[in-house]
């Protein structure tokens, strides 16, 4: 327990940790894979690919992409390079050239394409080397694409891309991922599939397509097509991709597939050569192309901040991608090891059995520039409580072993306004005892204020008036059913004892985790050995977050558990778990049937989120996006500051939180702004000292009330008066 409590603090931390500097961390380019043109580049990179012996290499036209855009995952099921070659000798010499040294004297030369594509004078070369040689084409680029299909042999039900077989961006996109995914690249024109394609796609049966570019690249009738091919396809199963242009695509592409890699590959998107021959390349090395316009760079940097992606490999010279984006790629300072000794010590820090806290928060709220009446709403708020509130908490843990802890807390609430001279303290316990898997125990008592209860007109709030607490047992919660929805009591002996028998496994899965989280940011600083007012001597650390920091990493967490969830250990466990805490919750007036009926639309719906990778990626993205937008951060974000002893205990924080709500970001038109500043201090001392005891209430029907009646008895006469 120890273990998996540290590990689920490392990862907790590790989720909110970044800084406002968004510098790449350890990101470098590996390489820039060019030559004085096309064709030699294409050398360079096939020698990326393989310096040994080949028995397979691919060639493909320089001049035109269309033959060999759907190239990719044939190069992987044979294991070849791709080269480049043209109409004359000059332009083909680089493809013998390595063909010569590498390609072993029994191996075979693919050609994609007719003799348009890889001309006479080629294949007279080739057989001249003593090279058996296999022609892929047809009478146009979607028989090439057919022909290529029934060389690569893909297997009934795989996902395929759907792409416009009259572009190559979009093709160039997918590409790497075609690979590394094994799902083929079938081409389309707008508003027809071929019939050969239309064939293979019939012979397929896909179980996933996904359409890239909008319905002007790929029309809504193609679209409808598809279901009538494959009428298993749902409406979730075909998924559109496509931005404003072929590079917010890629981008959009890349972030929907997520692909897991320490790699990617940047090339120009404004011509198809380097990017053709580097799919083999990207494919092998699992890695995602990205692609640039040479000129603007911060959307694709913005993208690759928030993945794991720390090699870069550069294909073409810098007419293709310039100097610039390879300094963007290589602008690294000297990676701060400050973030992983600090993950380090707290999963090292010594465990807390006995302790004595103390933390204060102060809430200031400010207004600018409101409407009258939003400002006479928010005047008439600040009038009743005030315009800063402060909560000041102090209160002591005993731990009389892993499986049992108690707590006590005071908190005193102070506002303004017309109740600056109301101040409401209550007292609050918590008491959690696991150590029998068949009868936990884990209740929290609230102590009623009762200063507070005094002034309360409420009819609904006299059931507490001859009460001292509440009490909310968590390990036998019940809520009778109403209005059609059923009641439930739950049996947390069942949830106990599974999260018990799963310990490792949680702690395996939370160490994965944290052992992963490594984002493309600075995250960390270190300030240094520091003496606190007590004079207790600590070593600082500091965290700060900005609205751009903030939705990086929040992509970057999101990307990581949507990672995870492809593990089928991780998938084995979370349905387990939703199974065990249906069946805990014992549903009044639902028979077995039903029950099993609910199971099955809850598994249902995880296999949806799971077999639906991208979409669901994407969605998140989506969502960061719009919380991105809203820019809820003000000036001076979030700031953290955390203090370790020499036993690597965290044994004060402070730090602010600046939120800042401007209407103008959630509708244009309006105006105004509304501030809310928190700023917080939390210390712990006397720890681990045998004097701390915690003494908890003997609470019985006669002085206390349970949450959930109270609860029960609030709603009804709201439920009656509805």
């Not at 759907?162 to 590394?180: C, H």
């Not at 206390?704 to 006469?717: I, T």
């Amino acid at each position: 327990m120890k273990k998996l409590n540290k590990a689920l603090s490392s990862t907790a931390l590790a989720t909110i940790i970044a800084t406002t500097n968004l510098t790449m961390v350890q990101a470098k380019v590996d390489n820039r894979l060019g030559g004085k043109n096309r064709y030699e580049t294409a050398r360079f990179i096939a020698e990326k690919y393989s310096k040994g012996s080949v028995d397979k290499v691919i060639l493909a036209s320089g001049k035109g992409p269309f033959d060999a855009l759907v190239s990719s995952l044939l190069s992987k099921k044979l294991n070849a390079p791709i080269l480049l070659v043209g109409g004359s000798a000059d332009q083909y010499k680089d493809a013998f050239n390595y063909m010569d040294k590498h390609l072993s004297k029994s191996g075979t030369v693919y050609f994609l394409g007719g003799d348009a594509s890889v001309n006479k004078d080629v294949e007279a070369r080739v057989k001249k080397s003593g090279f058996k040689f296999k022609r892929l084409s047809g009478k146009d680029r979607f028989e090439t694409n057919n022909s290529v299909l029934n060389e690569i042999n893909v297997s009934k039900g795989t996902p395929v891309f759907l792409v416009n077989g009259y572009g190559f961006a979009d093709s160039l996109s997918v590409s790497s991922i075609s690979a590394i995914k094994d799902y083929p690249v079938i081409m389309t024109t707008k508003d027809t599939i071929p019939s050969n394609l239309k064939a293979q796609l019939t012979k397929l049966q896909p179980s996933k397509v996904y359409i890239i570019g909008s319905e002007n690249i790929v029309s809504q009738k193609v679209q409808e097509e598809l279901y009538k091919i494959n009428k298993n396809l749902k409406m979730d199963d075909v998924v559109r991709i496509y931005g404003k242009d072929r590079f917010e695509t890629n981008i959009l592409i890349n972030k929907a597939f997520n692909v897991k890699s320490n790699n990617a590959f940047v090339a120009s998107g404004m011509d198809f050569a380097d990017a053709l021959s580097g799919s083999a390349l990207a494919g092998k090395y699992n890695a995602p192309i990205v692609l640039t316009n040479n000129k603007n760079f911060q959307n694709e940097k913005d993208y690759l901040a928030s993945t794991d992606y720390k090699n870069f490999f550069i294909l073409g010279l810098e007419g293709s991608v310039n100097k610039s984006i390879e300094s963007t790629l290589n602008s690294v300072k000297e990676p701060s090891k400050a973030a992983g000794e600090f993950m380090d010590k707290l999963s090292k820090a010594e465990e807390i059995k006995s302790c004595a806290t103390q933390s204060d928060v102060t809430i200031k709220f400010t207004s600018k520039n409101l409407p009258s009446d939003i400002q006479t709403g928010f005047n008439a708020f600040t009038k009743e409580i005030g315009d800063t509130i402060t909560l000041k908490t102090t209160g002591k843990l005993e731990a009389d072993s892993k499986d049992k802890t108690k707590q006590e807390f005071t908190a005193t609430l102070k506002l303004g306004g017309t109740m600056k001279d109301k101040d409401l303290s209550f007292p609050m316990w918590a008491e959690v005892d696991t150590s029998n898997k068949v009868k936990p125990d884990m209740k929290v008592t609230y102590g009623i204020p009762k200063d507070l209860l005094k002034d309360v007109e409420d009819a609904s709030f006299d059931q507490l008036k001859n009460k001292d607490y509440i009490t909310l047992d968590l390990s036998n919660m019940s809520m009778p059913g109403e209005n059609g929805n059923p009641g439930f009591k739950m049996d947390s002996s069942k949830l106990v004892s599974f999260l018990k028998d799963n310990e490792k496994l949680m702690e395996k899965i939370s160490l994965r985790f944290a052992a992963e989280f490594n984002p493309n940011l600075d995250v960390v600083k270190n300030e240094g050995a520091v003496t606190l007012k007590d004079g207790r001597k600590a070593t600082c650390y500091s965290i700060a977050l900005n609205n751009e920091s903030l939705s990086t990493l929040l992509r970057y967490g999101g990307n990581n558990v949507l990672n995870l969830l492809q593990d089928k250990e991780v998938v084995t466990f979370l349905k387990s778990y939703m199974n065990i805490y249906m069946e805990s919750m014992n549903f009044e007036g639902l028979n077995k049937d039903e029950m099993l009926e609910i199971k099955k639309e809850m598994e249902a719906s995880i296999d949806n989120l799971l077999n639906n990778g991208p979409k669901s990626s994407l969605t998140m993205h989506q969502i960061i996006d719009g919380f991105k937008s809203l820019n809820l951060l003000g000036n001076d974000g979030i700031k953290m500051k955390f203090y370790l002893d020499n036993k690597n205990i965290p044994i004060s924080s402070e730090g602010s939180i600046d939120i800042n709500v401007n209407f103008k970001n959630f509708i244009p038109t309006a105006k105004g702004e509304i501030g809310m500043k928190i700023d917080f201090k939390n210390s712990i001392s006397n720890i681990n000292d045998d004097s701390i005891k915690v003494s908890l209430p003997n609470t019985n029907k006669d002085n206390s009330l349970d949450y959930f009646q109270f609860l029960n008895n609030l709603l009804m006469p709201l439920e009656e008066t509805k």
